[in-house]
C-alpha cells in the first residue's frame, strides 16, 4: 500500500501565498507519476498541477504562472507553491499518486486532503 500525507493548508488572504507539501511512503516503485488535485463545493475534483511520465508538468490553465509544483525523488515528496491565491483556489487539495504497472494499467492513491481557504 501507498501512504500520502499533505500538509501546508490554511486560511490566508488574496494575494497571499501558501506552499503545500506531501509525503509518500509505502510501497512505492518506481514507475508513478505524482500531482495535486483539488475540489471546492460542490464541484467535481480537478487537476491543479502534475507530474507527466516523461518528467514534465502540466498545470490547470487557472493556475498557470502562479503555482509551481515541485518534487525530491530520493524522499518521495512533492510540494505545489501557491501564489498569489485568489479566492477561487479555495478548495480541499488532494495529493495523488498514480502507479504504473507493465501492462499499462495503474493504480491511483489519496492523501486525506487539506484545506486552503482564500479570503476575498
Known amino acids: 500500500q501507498v501512504q500520502l500525507v499533505e500538509s501546508g493548508g490554511g486560511l490566508v488572504q488574496a494575494g497571499w501565498s501558501l506552499k503545500l507539501s506531501c509525503v509518500a511512503s509505502?510501497?512505492?516503485?518506481?514507475?508513478?507519476?505524482m500531482g495535486w488535485y483539488r475540489q471546492a463545493p460542490g464541484k467535481q475534483r480537478e487537476l491543479v498541477a502534475t507530474?507527466?511520465?516523461?518528467?514534465?508538468?502540466n498545470y490547470a490553465d487557472s493556475v498557470k504562472g502562479r503555482f509551481t509544483i515541485s518534487r525530491d525523488n530520493a524522499k518521495n515528496t512533492m510540494s505545489l507553491q501557491m501564489n498569489s491565491l485568489k479566492p477561487e483556489d479555495t478548495a480541499v487539495y488532494y495529493c495523488?499518486?498514480?502507479?504504473?504497472?507493465?501492462?499499462?494499467?495503474?493504480?491511483?492513491?489519496w492523501g486525506q486532503g487539506t484545506q486552503v481557504t482564500v479570503s476575498s
Open positions: 509505502g510501497n512505492i516503485f518506481s514507475i508513478y507519476t
Open positions: 495523488n499518486l498514480r502507479r504504473y504497472y507493465n501492462s499499462g494499467a495503474y493504480s491511483d492513491y
Open positions: 507530474f507527466t511520465r516523461d518528467g514534465t508538468t
